[in-house]
């Protein structure tokens, strides 16, 4: 197997909610304790920091504790750290921090991402809510017409779906009903309580064809993974995951202007680049911030045809827990919480090292994909347990 | 127009809902698109591969793109 000699070992996550009193800094050592006692670690051997997309100074919820912050903070000496927005969505992130091992730059590198978008918004005086008054870069594009939400920008690929694939809303529903059964079995999932599908159907509309079970909420949380090069995993107690293979394509950075989102050609991109094929997938963690991008993701990924996502999931059995292709066990970010693209990989390590519980899937598995963000940016990781 | 949405979300107090939102593809453009709003219709009459064809708005100095279906 082409291997790119990274491994992801402790997995770590803080407690997840809404409107947490708990500072984002400490939520996220909170993670970080979590994978540091996974993996038999202590603070003392990581040298390296990863995140997505650094602080945020502008809109500090979305992300509130920057790499700098970090190292300071835990006292790391880093002999590689990044962090910054302009990189394949959230878990390019972990890609950086797994080409860093291999070059030899690090050892063991905490990557995280920290959210406190829930808690900003009670909050405002301590963390002040975007300014939406002028218009520059992609916005002044899309500002001026009130297509002011990521939801708006999403949903028109969805409805391209509709119209031209015959996509039924009872066919996207069984991303949001799948996350929410998965949601009920987690522990730590945001929203536990399972939907139906009349209360899906009877939902209010946002944005055709999304509607408000189709979109995920503001979470607090942290979640951190550590990324381990090849000649460090002896150091570690727990099961290290390999990093198979890695994509992150991009051909227009705008939401608008690519024909296809970027989940097609990152989809099609991580399968030249391992021997693996998607058959030999066990589960998939695919970014749902809305229920359309998974759809969007199996077709990228060639699990099942262009236009052909919405037939590929009639029915919720083919992507359920007991089904040929579990997806999103943890619920997703529709129902586990807006982890912001690192849930998707924290639950892929934890169901190939069987530690799912009510959740975990059957059959041992031993490959899962996990993916981020979908639109203009898209990030795919194909993880293995040797 | 290549792809639309109705946007029913009222973001911002006193937000005019629902409304059309559409990426336009322009003819002699080939993979040129323009997002923007849909004017003049039911937000039920829209589909995709309607033609439309460009009205401005005036904002002070400033210019809107809007487009409106023809026939």
């Not at chain 2, 809902?17 to 709003?37: E, K």
Request: negative net charge; charged residues 20%.
């Amino acid at each position: 197997m082409p291997g790119t000699d990274a491994f992801i070992t402790g997995v770590g996550q803080s407690e997840v909610g809404i409107r947490l009193q708990r500072s984002p800094l400490l939520l996220t050592l909170d993670a970080v304790r979590e994978a540091l006692t996974e993996a038999g670690l202590e603070m003392r051997q990581i040298d390296g920091v990863s995140t997505y997309p650094g602080r945020s100074a502008a809109y500090l919820g979305f992300s509130p504790i920057g790499a700098d912050e970090l190292i300071d903070a835990l006292g790391i000496r880093a002999t590689w750290h990044s962090g910054g927005p302009e990189i394949s969505s959230q878990l390019g992130a972990v890609v950086a921090a797994a080409m860093a091992v291999r070059a030899g730059q690090a050892r063991h590198i905490l990557c995280y991402r920290t959210v406190y978008e829930a808690a900003a918004l009670s909050r405002p005086s301590e963390y002040p809510a975007l300014r939406r008054d002028t218009a520059d870069g992609y916005s002044q594009w899309l500002t001026p017409f009130n297509a002011l939400s990521a939801v708006n920008w999403t949903a028109q690929y969805a409805m391209r779906h509709v119209k031209r694939f015959g996509m039924t809303r009872e066919q996207l529903a069984q991303i949001a009903l799948t996350d929410r059964a998965n949601a009920s079995l987690n522990p730590r999932a945001l929203v536990r309580e399972p939907l139906t599908m009349d209360e899906y159907l009877s939902a209010r509309m946002i944005s055709t064809p999304l509607c408000l079970y189709d979109c995920d909420r503001y979470t607090d949380a942290s979640t951190v993974l550590i990324v381990s090069a090849a000649n460090a995993i002896n150091e570690v107690v727990c099961t290290p995951i390999r990093i198979d293979a890695m994509a992150g394509t991009v051909e227009r950075h705008s939401w608008d202007q690519a024909q296809w989102m970027a989940c097609y050609p990152t989809g099609a991109d991580l399968w030249k680049r391992t021997d693996y094929r998607p058959s030999d997938v066990d589960t998939v963690q695919l970014y749902d911030g809305f229920s359309f991008q998974a759809i969007a993701w199996l077709e990228g990924l060639g699990f099942c045809g262009v236009g052909e996502g919405g037939q590929f999931v009639e029915g919720g059995q083919r992507i359920a827990l007991h089904g040929e292709l579990p997806l999103n066990t943890f619920g997703g970010q529709i129902g586990a919480g807006r982890l912001h693209g690192f849930g998707f990989a924290h639950e892929a390590v934890v169901q190939l090292r069987g530690k799912g519980g009510q959740r975990q899937i059957p059959g041992n598995p031993s490959v899962a994909v996990c993916t981020s963000g979908g639109g203009p940016l898209a990030t795919a990781l194909l993880l293995a347990r040797d | 127009m290549d792809t639309y949405t109705v946007n029913y979300q009222e973001w911002r107090p006193g937000l005019d809902v629902p409304y059309v939102i559409a990426r336009i593809a322009i003819d002699g453009a080939p993979g040129v698109f323009l997002t923007s709003n849909v004017v003049g219709c039911a937000v039920d009459a829209v589909q995709i591969d309607d033609r439309v064809r460009v009205t401005f708005e005036q904002h002070g100095e400033i210019y809107l793109p809007l487009f409106e279906k023809t026939g």
